[in-house]
């Protein structure tokens, strides 16, 4: 990753346990993010580190909801993450260093409680950018936090058209933050594409209809949509730096490596990553090769619909099967946070 790294490719640690981000950090991570479903597995997998916090909670806070002290447990781990990537924030003069909080999942259907929610996440570091969905309702949220200064990260998004979307709504933000007397260049937004689960709605359908696709040529659907977004936002100086996440294999990283863009990349994959045979190299302008283009386009129209700039219209974009999935994961996972809080509020 230090290799990467010296490329002047820039990534982020995906991670919720703050030491996981100082391992990544030091090795030239520059950012990082999170969300509900990453926090309910840090809980699982670092009972030592949450279960105190959260019992620390419950006792402080003793009329407090499973929701509250769940969130409560958000804002603690998000602020040491925060402050662990303070001195990247300070190094860069507020350029790098972030670190993405995300909105709770059960808001997606709320501009209102969004807007609200991404108010008082922004308020707990000077470096945290907001996850909200690419989503009809979730971009008119995001282009709000976006006029009133608040840094975003569009989630739930994995399509060109979803990126171009969230881009309109980050210029018209943008806009109205400099009619407001804002600094509109220090809010340096961001739009995510979840390269992984492109390559999942795609496996999807080829399970449920059966069909015969050459090997290996599914793996590289999300990574032609990240290169084909890439291609527009570069010919067209489009606001917002695209985001690459949701690793499935080594070619979401090594085939999408770039000056211009960024990798939140689990910590799972990358230090796998890190002691690969890989050599990293530029390879975000190489493009996907024409047959296995033509093989994708030809056997999966949810394909086009991720890959073509007029492959979906906004009221599409939570219809499309990757958004359903992804948003019932994150529902779920949600709701795993809120049982692991529910145990220790029965136990303590």
Not at 213 to 232: C, D, M, N, Q, Y
Request: proline residues 5%; aromatic residues 8%.
């Amino acid at each position: 990753m230090s290799q990467m790294t010296a490329l002047g490719a820039d990534w982020w640690n995906d991670s919720g346990v703050p030491a996981e981000l100082s391992e990544a950090v030091a090795l030239g991570a520059v950012g990082g993010t999170s969300n509900p479903v990453i926090v309910a597995q840090a809980v699982k997998a670092q009972p030592a580190l949450c279960h105190p916090i959260i019992d620390r909670l419950l006792v402080e806070h003793p009329a407090d909801t499973e929701d509250d002290i769940a969130w409560k447990l958000i804002h603690t781990l998000a602020l040491d993450a925060a402050s662990r990537l303070l001195p990247v924030y300070t190094a860069t003069r507020g350029v790098k260093g972030f670190l993405s909080a995300q909105v709770n999942p059960k808001y997606y259907p709320s501009y209102d409680r969004m807007v609200a929610q991404a108010t008082q996440l922004a308020a707990l570091a000077p470096n945290i950018a907001i996850k909200a969905p690419a989503t009809e309702v979730g971009i008119a949220a995001i282009e709000e936090m976006t006029a009133r200064g608040i840094r975003v990260n569009a989630t739930v998004s994995f399509t060109v058209p979803q990126a171009l979307a969230v881009s309109a709504a980050l210029a018209r933000g943008l806009k109205r933050a400099r009619a407001a007397g804002r600094d509109a260049e220090a809010i340096r937004p961001y739009i995510t594409l979840m390269i992984g689960r492109v390559d999942d709605q795609l496996k999807r359908v080829a399970e449920a209809q059966n069909l015969s696709v050459t090997p290996g040529t599914i793996e590289w659907s999300g990574i032609a949509v990240f290169k084909h977004a890439h291609r527009l936002f570069k010919q067209r100086g489009l606001p917002g730096t695209l985001l690459a996440a949701a690793y499935r294999h080594e070619n979401h990283w090594s085939q999408i490596i770039g000056r211009d863009v960024l990798q939140t990349v689990p910590y799972t994959w990358w230090t796998k990553f890190n002691v690969s045979g890989t050599a990293p190299s530029l390879t975000l302008e190489q493009p996907v090769d024409d047959a296995i283009l033509a093989e994708l386009r030809a056997k999966f129209p949810d394909f086009i619909r991720a890959h073509d700039e007029d492959g979906l219209k906004p009221s599409e974009f939570l219809g499309y099967g990757a958004t359903q999935h992804t948003l019932s994961q994150f529902l779920g996972g949600y709701g795993d946070l809120i049982s692991s809080v529910r145990s220790r509020m029965l136990d303590v």
